[in-house]
C-alpha cells in the first residue's frame, strides 16, 4: 500500500519528483521480499486473501511504472529479453488463484472481487461457449473457420482471448465492471506471451485491443501502459503494410485495425465500407494512431 501511495503520488504530481520514484522503488522491494517468503509458509483464509492482495497491488505498480506514453519507448519495439517481465507477473496471478482455491471455501474478505469478475449468467468464468458474438474477420484472424464457431476448441490458444474480447468489446466501460475486463489476462498463459515476443499477428492483436478497451476508464495507474503499448502496436501494424494487403487478406486486416485504432471509443463506432476502404491510406492510419 505504501509502494503504490508513492506511485499515485508520482503519477500526479506536475512534476517529477524523484523521492516519489526512490520511495515507490523501496517500498516495493520490502513488500516482493515479503510476498516471496509468505509464499514459503503454511497458510490459513486470511493468508490466502493476503498474499492475493498483495499480488493484485504488485501487479498494479507493474501497470503504473511507465514513466510517459511514447509508444517508441514500448516493449513492442524493444529487444530486451525480459520486455514482457512485467505480463509475467500478471500470469502468476492464475497459478495464485488455484493454489489458494481451497482457502476460498470458507468466507472471504475477497468474495466482493471475485463477484464483480463475473456477470450472472457466468459469461467470463462459466464452461466454454461458442464465438457468436466474435466478429468473423476476428475469428479468421485466430484461424478459427466458420463452422468452428458454436463448437470451438476451448484448447484452441486464443479461444478464451478472442471469446472475452468479442463479450467486452460492447461493453460500457463503467468502474465496477473493470474486473470483468481485467478477466481477459487470466485466459492468457506462457505460450501467448512467447508468442507476443516473437511478434505473433494474431496475439499482437489480441494483446493490443485489448489494452485499447482499458484505455476507456482513463485510470490514473494504467494511462500511461495502455495508451502506449496501443499506439505501438498500432505503429507496428502500420510498419508492416498489413492495411495494404490484396484481395480477401487485406480486407480482412483493413477491418481488424479499424476494430484495433477504435478500440478506445466508447461507444464503439460501427465499421461502414467507406471508412474501411479509407485506412488504405498510410497518412489515415497515422492519424488514427495519433488521436487515440
Known amino acids: ?42 497458510w490459513d483464509p486470511l493468508g490466502a486473501d493476503a498474499l492475493l492482495l498483495t499480488s493484485m497491488l504488485l501487479n498494479l505498480l507493474t501497470f503504473s511504472i511507465v514513466e510517459d506514453d511514447d509508444p517508441w519507448k514500448s516493449w513492442v519495439f524493444s529487444d530486451d529479453p525480459n520486455r514482457l517481465g512485467w505480463l509475467g507477473l500478471h500470469l502468476g496471478m492464475k497459478p495464485l488463484l488455484i493454489s489458494t482455491a481451497s482457502y476460498r471455501k470458507e468466507a472471504t474478505m475477497l ?32 484461424g478459427i473457420s466458420p463452422n468452428q464457431v458454436h463448437c470451438a476448441d476451448p484448447d484452441h490458444i486464443f479461444y478464451e482471448p478472442v471469446r472475452i474480447l468479442g463479450e467486452l468489446k460492447d461493453m460500457e466501460p463503467r468502474h465496477e465492471l473493470l474486473f470483468i475486463y481485467v478477466s481477459f489476462v487470466g485466459k492468457l498463459d506462457s505460450e501467448f506471451r512467447r508468442l507476443l515476443e516473437s511478434g505473433d499477428p494474431a496475439a499482437m492483436w489480441l494483446f ?26 498500432c505503429i507496428w501494424f502500420e510498419l508492416r503494410g498489413f492495411a495494404k494487403r490484396a484481395g480477401p487478406e487485406g480486407e480482412m486486416w483493413r477491418e481488424l485495425l479499424f476494430d484495433l485504432e477504435n478500440a478506445p471509443v466508447w461507444p464503439s ?14 497518412s489515415e492510419i497515422d492519424n488514427v494512431c495519433v488521436e487515440v
Not at 476508464?217 to 499506439?231: A, E, G, L, S, T
Not at 463506432?269 to 498510410?282: F, L, N, Q, Y
Request: charged share 20%; proline share 6%; with cysteine.
Open 269 to 282: 463506432p460501427r465499421r461502414s465500407k467507406s471508412r474501411i476502404g479509407m485506412v488504405d491510406a498510410p
Open 208 to 233: 493490443g485491443y485489448w489494452l485499447g478497451l482499458v484505455a476507456r476508464f482513463n485510470f490514473w495507474w494504467c494511462n500511461n501502459r495502455v495508451r502506449r503499448d496501443h499506439q505501438a502496436i
Open 1 to 42: 500500500m505504501l509502494a503504490v501511495s508513492a506511485s499515485h503520488l508520482r503519477c500526479h504530481a506536475t512534476t517529477p519528483v524523484p523521492s516519489h520514484r526512490i520511495a515507490e522503488h523501496y517500498q516495493q522491494s520490502l513488500a516482493v521480499r515479503g510476498f516471496q517468503a509468505a509464499l514459503e509458509e503454511s
Open 111 to 142: 468474495q466482493w472481487m471475485f463477484d464483480a469478475s463475473d456477470d450472472d449468467r457466468r459469461t467470463f468464468n462459466g464452461t466454454p461457449q461458442p464465438l457468436n458474438r466474435v466478429p468473423r474477420a476476428w475469428t479468421e484472424l485466430c
